[in-house]
């Protein structure tokens, strides 16, 4: 019966071999209360980021960076007979220390459906914004190939609003189809790092002086997506789920990079599927395409490759022979191609692992 919902709180450190470092602080209490009988939430976040890098790569980035971001995220709930509507708006106040400069950002979070026909079509639409925390955490978790210090920075998104249909044309066939724009303010690009230094004939070069890193460079961001889902469950042992991208974008203020959307597809689809032969074997697959992808060279010389599209297969077998074990067996890239989804590092080709499960009941 309390008015305080829940509270989340996180702690995070990390470290590199160059000596680079980020620690993050958040709480983010979530509270819930009636007023006048409407249902009221109110979303509250105190967010502490700070780093610092002591080892330079070829391209030069902020020794040290620090926010802090306080947030509110109102909202009220509004429901009819054919129609929900949950109301809210954020408000964010970041303060960069490094910079001696403060921001305060309003946002709106609109999430709104309408009934056209009772499960077969339902319209909706989802207007929102938000300030983006990057992290090196993020960045290191999403290219492990970047530069021993790179640009750490906030991202303001604008607007970020979808528009579509959604609904069940069966009991056992699901379809979404919709469209959308978003607007971003400083958004981080991965450019790979054209620099390879030459530091005389016997001393040994820096793993990262080779033109193999990758750099964080900051421009605003325009994408116009369309996109749908379509979703299969035969019974309860068997369901099949599509996705489709199509992305456009349109890059202003990037001319560090020639306005170059560096490293984002174009287009991208995946099938996956989950089969439940019997209690004891189930088997789970995952097929993903992803279009091609223009990546900016940076440094002594400039320029723009494209990425080829490339498809990827995973299976997953398992095989549960008592309620304590269970075997399984993994196929990984079973299509074979040593594509690459960051420029100058093909992935690993073909790969397949096997092992057991344990439980322990204690």
Do not use: C
Not at 107 to 118: K, R, V
Not at 208 to 231: I, R
Not at 337 to 361: E, S
């Amino acid at each position: 019966d309390s008015v305080l919902e829940k509270v989340e709180v996180g702690l995070s450190n990390i470290s590199s071999g160059n000596d680079g470092s980020e620690t993050r602080v958040r709480l983010q209490p979530q509270l819930a209360f009636e007023v006048l009988e409407e249902e009221i939430a109110l979303g509250v976040e105190v967010d502490y980021l700070t780093g610092s890098f002591d080892t330079q790569g070829t391209q030069p980035a902020p020794d040290a960076y620090s926010y802090l971001n306080i947030g509110a995220n109102p909202s009220i709930n509004l429901y009819g007979d054919k129609y929900k509507v949950e109301l809210g708006a954020r408000l964010n106040y970041i303060t960069d220390s490094e910079n001696s400069e403060s921001n305060f950002y309003v946002y709106p979070d609109i999430n709104a459906s309408y009934i056209l026909m009772e499960e077969k079509v339902i319209a909706y639409t989802v207007i929102g914004g938000g300030l983006d925390m990057n992290t090196l955490q993020n960045f290191a978790d999403e290219n492990v190939f970047i530069a021993p210090a790179i640009t750490v920075a906030p991202t303001n998104r604008q607007v970020d609003a979808q528009l579509g249909i959604k609904g069940k044309l069966s009991s056992n066939f699901g379809y979404k189809l919709y469209g959308g724009y978003s607007l971003e303010e400083n958004r981080y690009f991965y450019t790979k790092d054209n620099n390879a230094i030459f530091t005389g004939i016997g001393v040994e070069r820096p793993s990262y002086n080779y033109a193999n890193t990758f750099a964080t460079q900051y421009g605003d961001l325009n994408t116009l997506t369309f996109g749908g889902s379509a979703s299969v469950d035969l019974n309860t042992q068997f369901n099949l789920t599509l996705n489709t991208q199509f992305m456009s974008y349109d890059v202003t203020n990037g001319d560090d990079f020639d306005n170059v959307a560096s490293q984002l597809p174009t287009f991208t689809a995946d099938i996956v599927g989950n089969y439940d032969i019997n209690d004891k074997w189930n088997i789970g697959t995952t097929l993903y395409f992803v279009g091609e992808r223009d990546v900016f060279r940076t440094g002594n010389t400039t320029a723009t490759e494209t990425l080829d599209s490339f498809i990827d297969l995973n299976l997953d077998i398992n095989y549960k022979i008592n309620p304590k074990l269970t075997a399984f067996l993994r196929g990984h890239n079973l299509t074979g191609g040593n594509y690459q989804y960051y420029l100058d590092y093909p992935v690993q080709n073909l790969q397949i692992v096997g092992g057991a499960v344990y439980k322990f009941d204690f």
